[in-house]
């Protein structure tokens, strides 16, 4: 049987620098599907899939926001949380310029520059995890305690139901 091929992106890269093991779990990418597209082709549940959200403060300051995909971001409990005065989600092109990945295939792994990574707190309670491994159609499943590892998230209460 031959080895599954798959991108070898920064994202791919940084995990391997850790030596963090993964999963690489591709699927049939759907412009603006989302996770429910991704659960849907990887038959998993929504809640496992974490969103990877490129979003900036009142100065301009970029930062990443994991969430799980059935879920949103309170925008007013995370600025408080965090000591802003407002946070709002950046425009495709400044995401892109701060992570250097494509929107649709951003990886919290591997930035272009380097921002602050805040992450839901019931995120850490799940035995696995869905993220984008920094390429359209290509989730990689992994524990949370190794991405916490790698990426040292802030622990945030943010997420309400949509």
Same mark, same amino acid.
């Given at each position: 049987?031959?080895? #599954? ?13 850790? #030596? ?12 603006r599907g ?10 998993? #549940? ?9 979003? #900036? ?48 295939g951003t ?11 805040? =992450? ?6 799940l035995g ?11 989730? =990689?499943? =992994? ?20």
């Amino acid at each position: 049987m031959a080895k #599954e091929k798959f991108p070898v992106t920064l994202a791919i890269r940084l995990l391997r620098q850790h #030596e963090i093991e993964f999963t690489p779990r591709p699927y049939r990418y759907e412009d603006r599907g989302g996770t429910a597209t991704s659960a849907r082709e990887l038959q998993v #549940e929504e809640h496992q899939v974490i969103k990877t959200l490129v979003m #900036e403060d009142e100065q301009g300051a970029g930062l990443i926001v994991l969430m799980h995909g059935d879920m949103e971001v309170s925008l007013k409990n995370l600025a408080r949380q965090i000591d802003a005065k407002q946070v709002t989600p950046c425009t495709p092109k400044t995401a892109e310029a701060l992570t250097g990945y494509q929107t649709g295939g951003t990886s919290p792994f591997g930035t272009r520059k380097p921002m602050a990574v805040y =992450i839901e707190k019931s995120i850490l309670s799940l035995g696995q995890i869905y993220i984008n491994g920094g390429k359209r159609g290509f989730l =990689i499943e =992994i524990k949370p305690s190794d991405l916490t590892r790698v990426l040292k998230p802030i622990v945030v209460e943010i997420g309400i139901q949509p």
